[in-house]
């Protein structure tokens, strides 16, 4: 069992920065993928990064590539997703998530979720 808190979000301005953390409980974190998701109203959650359980390999949608970083911290059992040059459209709830195996993209196939981290930019 893996619990997820994040936190982080908050109201910045388009070209501003802000970073994400997500705690998580449990003695196996090392072994989980982990993964950062977005939902804005009325949109359907999508995938904004992930990253392998060692932290060697990060994958990011197209829209967020060379403006976030996602890494992790196994020791602290905390994950981070650095956002940076901001834009009104990554304003959304970010949910920070965890599954066994491999890589994906889909979110039904993480096992564990987060409660969600406000994230506004304004314009």
């Known amino acids: 069992q893996v619990q997820l808190v994040e936190s982080g979000g908050g109201l910045e301005q388009a070209g501003g920065s802000l970073r994400l953390s997500c705690a998580a409980s449990?003695?196996?974190?090392?072994?989980?993928?982990m993964g950062w998701f977005r939902q804005a109203p009325g949109k359907e959650r999508e995938f904004v990064a992930a990253?392998?359980?060692?932290?060697?390999?990060?994958y990011y949608t197209d829209s967020v590539k060379g403006r976030f970083t996602f890494s992790r911290d196994n020791a602290k059992n905390t994950v981070y997703l650095q956002m940076n040059s901001l834009k009104p459209e990554d304003t959304a709830v970010y949910y920070c998530?965890?599954?066994?195996?491999?890589?994906?993209?889909?979110?039904?196939?993480?096992?564990?979720w987060g409660q969600g981290t406000q994230v506004t930019v304004s314009s």
């Open positions: 998530a965890a599954r066994s195996g491999y890589y994906s993209s889909n979110y039904y196939s993480y096992d564990y």
């Open positions: 449990g003695r196996t974190f090392s072994s989980y993928t």
């Open positions: 990253i392998s359980a060692g932290g060697a390999s990060t």
